[in-house]
Nanobody, 124 residues
């Protein structure tokens, strides 16, 4: 298991940007697919973006495609999510997640390690 700690959430106006970071513990970071999910009040947790262990492949939810960029630094055991042109509907708690292996899945159940979440609030 890998321990994950998110940071970078906050309050931002619609149209603004945020950069979320996730720091992972452990020496096997390169064995994990990393993902970002979000959960709005009263809604189920949904996939946002994921990146393979090498960083060579990325997948985005349609709702954020073109506005989000996921990246990772395997030397620093970190993964980031840059979100631009934020919309009110992006308001949610954002979670970093890790999946051991090399294939991306978008179901939350496919990820075995989770951070505590960071709140992103977009004001309209």
């Amino acid at each position: 298991q890998v321990q994950l700690v998110e940071s970078g959430g906050g309050l931002v106006q619609a149209g603004g940007s945020l950069r979320l970071s996730c720091a992972a513990s452990g020496r096997t970071f390169t064995s994990y697919v990393m993902g970002w999910f979000r959960q709005a009040p009263g809604k189920e947790r949904e996939f946002v973006a994921a990146i393979t262990s090498s960083g060579g492949s990325r997948i985005y939810a349609d709702s954020v495609k073109g506005r989000a960029t996921i990246s990772r630094d395997n030397a620093k055991n970190t993964v980031t999510l840059q979100m631009n042109s934020l919309k009110f509907e992006d308001t949610a708690v954002y979670y970093c997640a890790a999946r051991q292996g090399y294939h991306i899945v978008i179901q939350p159940g496919g990820f075995g390690s989770w951070g505590q979440g960071t709140q992103v609030t977009v004001s309209s």
